[in-house]
């Protein structure tokens, strides 16, 4: 038997769902497998919803570029074709990633991108200027945009 399949069965045989003498597809008790599935049901479907959820993935974005760490330059952008034309830069020393247009928008090739683990602000160097874009400021606009168009 498998290794991935070794634990799951030993747990059926000691939560007596399975009998050991007997064959393992004969003897499973019907009973405990209808008590399960609905809860498996329950938690698959709260998992998807919570996943497809705007609020929480604009929650979770907002998360990951707080404790996202950077300093790098922009060696490239573009709108990725396959991917419904979402807006991507590429940076000199990490591979290519996906951004908020407002974001994209605000970046040349050739700018520097420095953000600290822990803070919300983005630092954006051009030649002549500096741009400083808060996340919390972009995550509470489109928040808002996300709720008013619930409401219509």
């Known amino acids: 038997m498998p290794f991935c399949l070794i634990l799951p069965y030993n747990f059926l045989i000691q ?20 008590l399960l599935v609905p809860f498996a049901l329950f938690f698959l479907i709260r998992e998807v919803a919570e996943s497809s959820n705007l609020y929480e993935q604009n929650k979770i974005w907002l998360n990951e570029k707080i404790t996202s760490e950077y300093k790098d330059v922009v060696t490239g952008k573009g709108l990725d074709k396959n991917n419904r ?68």
């Open 15 to 34: 939560m007596n769902f399975l009998n050991k003498d007997e064959d393992e597809f004969e003897a499973f008790n019907l009973k405990y497998l209808i």
């Open 85 to 152: 034309n979402n807006p991507y830069l590429k940076r000199a020393k990490s591979s290519p990633y996906f951004e908020k247009e407002i974001i994209w928008n605000k970046i040349d090739i050739g700018d520097s991108l420095i953000k600290i683990k822990g803070d919300s602000i983005l630092k954006i160097i051009k030649r002549n200027k500096t741009i400083y874009i808060d996340f919390k400021d972009i995550y509470s606009k489109t928040d808002s945009i996300l709720r008013v168009e619930a409401k219509n």
